[in-house]
C-alpha cells in the first residue's frame, strides 16, 4: 500500500541553525500539506500546496519557513534559523484531492 | 470556543467493550470530518471520514455525523487493548478559492481498553 515516507526521523539542530525536512508523497496525489505538533500538544496546520504553489499558509508558518517540491517526487519544508520553539514532530501530509490527508511517520525537530 | 473539542480523557473501557468518542465543532460550513488514531510518538493514521449526517460503519468502527447540532462521534466496539491510543477529530476548513484544504485538529481522547 502506498505511503507518504519523511527523512529524516530525527533531527538534532543548534539554535540558529537551518534544517530541511524532506518528505516523499504518495506518488498520484497533488496536495500536499505540513503539518507540526508540539509534544503533549494538538495537531496543527502549517501549509498547503499545490499546483507548484502555497494554497495557503497559517500564522505560524512566517518567513522563517519556506516550501518547495524541487522534484517530480519531494516535497520539503526548510526553517532558515530554527528558535527553540520550534521543537516539535513535523507531519507531512498529501491527499488525491482535495480532502481525505495520509501522513507520513514524522520528523522530530529537537532545537537545542 | 474551540473550533473542533474533544473530551481529553483518558476514557478507559474494559475488553470487549463498546467505546463511544465524542467531537463538537464550531463552523457551520464543514463539510468533511475525519477520525484519526494516533499512538504515542507516532503519526495519525487515518480511522474513518464521514461527510453526510447519519452513521457509517466499518469494521468495528462507526463514525456518526450531526451536522444540525455540529456533533461527530466514533464508536469501537468490541474494544481490544491494542485499541489504545489517543483518537483525534479532524474537521476539513477548505482553503482559499477551495483550491486545497486543511485539517483543524481537536487535542484528542485518550482511549485506555483494559484487559
Known amino acids: 500500500e502506498p505511503e507518504v515516507t519523511q527523512t529524516p526521523s530525527h533531527q538534532v539542530t543548534q539554535m540558529g541553525q537551518e534544517v530541511i525536512l524532506r518528505c516523499v508523497p504518495i506518488s498520484n496525489h497533488l496536495y500536499f500539506y505540513w503539518y507540526r505538533q508540539i509534544l503533549g500538544q494538538k495537531v496543527e496546520f502549517l501549509v498547503s500546496?499545490?499546483?507548484?504553489?502555497?494554497?495557503?499558509k497559517s500564522e505560524i508558518f512566517d518567513d522563517q519557513f519556506s516550501v518547495e517540491r524541487p522534484d517530480g517526487s519531494n516535497f520539503t519544508l526548510k526553517i532558515r534559523s530554527t528558535k527553540l520553539e520550534d521543537s516539535a514532530m513535523y507531519f507531512c501530509?498529501?491527499?488525491?484531492?482535495?480532502?481525505?490527508?495520509?501522513f507520513g511517520p514524522g520528523t522530530r525537530l529537537t532545537v537545542l | 470556543q474551540k473550533e473542533v473539542e474533544q473530551n481529553s480523557g483518558p476514557l478507559s473501557v474494559p475488553e470487549g467493550a463498546i467505546a463511544s468518542l465524542n467531537c463538537t465543532y464550531s463552523?457551520?460550513?464543514?463539510?468533511?470530518f475525519f477520525w484519526y488514531r494516533q499512538y504515542s510518538g507516532k503519526s495519525p493514521e487515518l480511522i474513518m471520514s464521514?461527510?453526510?449526517?447519519g452513521d457509517k460503519e466499518d469494521g468495528r468502527f462507526t463514525a456518526q455525523l450531526n451536522k444540525a447540532s455540529q456533533y461527530v462521534s466514533l464508536l469501537i466496539r468490541d474494544s481490544q487493548p491494542s485499541d489504545s491510543a489517543t483518537y483525534l477529530c479532524a474537521v476539513n476548513r477548505a482553503g482559499y478559492g477551495g483550491a486545497t484544504n486543511k485539517l483543524i485538529f481537536g487535542t484528542g481522547t485518550l482511549l485506555a481498553v483494559q484487559p
Open positions: 501530509a498529501s491527499s488525491e484531492a482535495a480532502d481525505t490527508q495520509y
Open positions: 500546496f499545490y499546483n507548484n504553489e502555497i494554497s495557503e
Open positions: 463552523d457551520r460550513v464543514s463539510q468533511s
Open positions: 464521514i461527510y453526510s449526517n
